[in-house]
């Protein structure tokens, strides 16, 4: 049976994560906005969290607990709540590290997880999307070849978060006619990394495309070695990380234009009390509990280690939806004030539009 209460450890989790999104993140997250940079501190300050090393094995240089999807929702719902693109930025090594921990090597882990499990933030990324019309997660245009100790690959990606700066890069390839996993260490050869993207939404975030020419990586790099990583495992957990964060955006813009709402009187009463407007904030919330629950079904199943491939998409489509209408009728509600940049909810419509083309830019 599924139960709907997080337990008492993930309860004192959500609630730490949450007073740090409220006190941290809020803070600075329109500054980060129009400045493109998020600062240091804040990010130090939520690795001190050990959101990540939490779930690392001890041997690792981790705290030794489980792994949990339904945890690594929650933690996504709030930091998401807080701002999407510090979010990301904070649980970027995540992208590496869970993967590895759940299809890894033993040679991969005890070489690439203490890395990843530091006491300072270490950036670590993947590299899924790639910058062609038909892109498809399952049929990749990046191709990695096998030759002789090595795989050879070429390719081109867009949307790597911190790739400048990361040691490590998990870049997905076609390999044997599936998608799969190579572990690329900075500075590899054939490996470019081209300039800061300009994007419309997560201005905070650092993102950058990659053009791999002949990038030459060692046999043993390649995810789950000879076996190779469970690509759709991996797509499946992103899946439900990125609609676990749709869910804290959408929940930050409805909060915002609900209290706007009650407050703001035209023509001798709050405007929550016209219909329109009460309309509206009542399915803006089903909606978001609605995604809520189909979220942690997905969660609860990737725990118990079944097939979510179902249940992973379904809620993915229905959270890019769901973000979407959410925000945009935030900005309705606030009519004018809704387009400005002295509200913020214009920010969360920008940020909540690019969902559609998150892939794996979040993991739980």
């Known amino acids: 049976m599924i139960s709907f209460s997080p337990s008492e450890e993930q309860q004192m989790i959500v609630t730490m994560v949450k007073q740090f999104a409220n006190d941290e993140m809020r803070k600075i997250y329109r500054e980060c906005d129009e400045s493109g940079e998020i600062p240091d501190s804040v990010v130090e300050t939520a690795w001190q969290l050990g959101l990540v090393a939490s779930s690392m094995p001890e041997e690792c240089g981790g705290f030794g607990g489980e792994h949990s999807a339904i945890t690594g929702a929650l933690i996504g719902e709030e930091l998401a709540w807080g701002d999407l693109a510090m979010a990301m930025h904070i649980l970027c090594p995540a992208l590496v590290a869970y993967p590895l921990l759940e299809m890894g090597t033993d040679a991969q882990r005890k ?19 790639e910058p062609h019309f038909d892109y498809d997660p399952h049929s990749l245009s990046t191709t990695a070849r096998a030759d002789g100790n090595d795989y050879v690959l070429n390719g081109d990606k867009c949307l790597v978060p911190l790739a400048a700066e990361a040691d490590l890069l998990l870049i997905y390839a076609a390999a044997d006619g599936r998608s799969q996993g190579f572990i690329v ?26 053009n791999l020419k002949d990038c030459r990586v060692p046999r043993e790099n390649r995810l789950g070695g000879e076996k190779a990583g469970d690509f759709d495992r991996i797509l499946n957990c992103s899946q439900v990380g990125l609609s676990a964060m749709a869910i804290g955006v959408a929940r930050a813009a409805f909060e915002y234009s609900r209290d706007y709402a009650k407050e703001r009187v035209a023509f001798g009463e709050p405007i929550a009390s016209r219909q329109a407007i009460a309309f509206m904030l009542a399915e803006m919330a089903i909606e978001i509990d609605a995604t ?34 959410v925000t945009d009728r935030a900005v309705q509600i606030l009519g004018g004030h809704g387009y400005i940049r002295e509200h913020p909810v214009e920010l969360w419509l920008r940020n909540g539009r690019g969902f559609a083309t998150f892939d794996g830019m979040a993991m739980v």
Do not use: F
């Not at 070489?111 to 999307?129: F, N």
């Open 111 to 129: 070489k690439y997880l203490p890395l990843l499990c530091g006491e300072k933030y270490k950036a670590a990324t993947s590299a899924l999307i």
């Open 185 to 210: 260490e900075k500075g590899a050869k054939g490996l470019e990394i081209g300039e800061r993207e300009e994007n419309m939404g997560i201005r905070g975030l650092a993102t950058y495309g990659l």
């Open 292 to 325: 809520r629950l189909m979220t942690w079904e997905a969660a609860w199943k990737l725990d118990r280690k079944e097939d979510v491939t179902k249940e992973a998409s379904l809620v993915k489509a229905y959270a890019d939806d769901m973000v979407m209408m």
